[in-house]
C-alpha cells in the first residue's frame, strides 16, 4: 500500500502552529494549471499569495487534495479553490518562518504511479543494501 500524501498534512499542521502562535499564514499557490479558482488580477508572474488567517477567510478547508474558502479580493467576495499539489510554501506573514515544498512530480499513465527506474522490477535487493535505495549512510 502506498503512502498518503505528506504535503497536506503538513499544510494543517502549519496552518495550525502559525494561527496558534498570533501570527498570520500565507499560501504561496503556482496557478498553472486548470484546476484553480483564484482572483487573476492578484496573479503575479504565474503565483499568487493567499492569506489563510480566520479573520481574512471564511469556511476554510484544507483537505487532502485542495483548499478552499471564500474571500473578499478588492472588497468584492471570491470563492478560492487550489489543489494542495499546486501550494510551493506556507509561512507566516510575520516571521517568514514556514515550509516550502518540492513541486509535485507528474504523474506517470493513468495509475498516478512515478515510473520506474530501470532495474527496478521486483527483484531482491544486492546483497548489503537495506532496500531498494541501496545503502544507508550515517552522515555526521
Known sequence: ????AKRPYLIRALNDWIVDSDMTPYLLVDVSGDQM????DYVKDGRIVLNIAPSAVRDLLIGDD??????RFG???FSIYV????VMAIYAQETSE???FDPEPQ???STGEPPKASGDDDED???GSKGPGGHLKLVE
Open 125 to 127: 535487493p544486492p546483497p
Open 66 to 71: 485542495a483548499i478552499s474558502f471564500s474571500a
Open 107 to 109: 504523474a506517470a499513465g
Open 98 to 100: 514556514g515550509m516550502m
Open 1 to 4: 500500500m502506498a503512502a498518503k
Open 75 to 77: 472588497g468584492t467576495p
Open 83 to 86: 489543489p494542495v499539489a499546486k
Open 37 to 40: 479558482q483564484v482572483p487573476s
